[in-house]
């Protein structure tokens, strides 16, 4: 179960409640500091506009692939540990607004993640140190330390017990490779 606290509205969906929330200010501002970090390929800098205009969370060595959209309102609810990857085109939400209520959470990834392309983050989700999150998955639960999980529905991907599938590392560069 995801860890939100939920908040009620009356009349319009709880969007049209969104600057009762959070400044419209504070949105633009995010917006623009987000828009930039999202197409930086300088990953010092990329971490430093999360850290320090953001107020995100952010371990050494993290590194966040080229588009990874996180939350514009509450980005301050994220935190990722060190030494983890945030994949291509990644969403981290730490909000989400629907008809008769709005929700917020926080998003802790832990150290040494892997989180693959496409995949999207919802609020209040915990994964923990070591896991993998493959392409593509939808984060709708915590995930255990050193799972390997992916889908929607995410569901555990490890190798069942027993099985024999070994995996083989290559070792030499693509240009030490001998072209027959």
């Not at 400044?23 to 990329?46: A, D, E, H, M, T």
């Not at 923990?128 to 998955?137: E, F, K, R, W």
């Amino acid at each position: 179960m995801r860890k939100v606290t939920r908040y009620p509205v009356e009349s319009q969906n709880a969007l049209w409640h969104i600057y009762k929330t959070v400044s419209p200010w504070k949105g633009v501002r995010n917006f623009i500091w987000i828009q930039l970090s999202r197409y930086c390929p300088v990953l010092p800098l990329k971490n430093w506009i999360y850290r320090r205009m953001l107020g995100m969370k952010v371990g050494e060595h993290t590194a966040f692939g080229l588009m990874v959209m996180v939350d514009v309102f509450f980005p301050e609810k994220i935190t990722i540990g060190e030494n983890s990857v945030i994949g291509y085109n990644t969403t981290i939400l730490a909000h989400e607004y629907l008809i008769k209520e709005y929700r917020l959470g926080d998003v802790i990834i832990g150290d040494n993640v892997l989180i693959g392309a496409n995949t999207t983050i919802l609020p209040g989700v915990t994964i923990g140190d070591g896991a993998v999150v493959a392409a593509g998955a939808v984060v709708h639960k915590d995930v255990a330390p050193g799972a390997f999980v992916g889908g929607n529905p995410l569901r555990d991907l490890s190798r069942p017990s027993g099985s024999t599938e070994e995996m083989v590392f290559k070792t030499e560069e693509p240009s030490q490779r001998k072209l027959h």
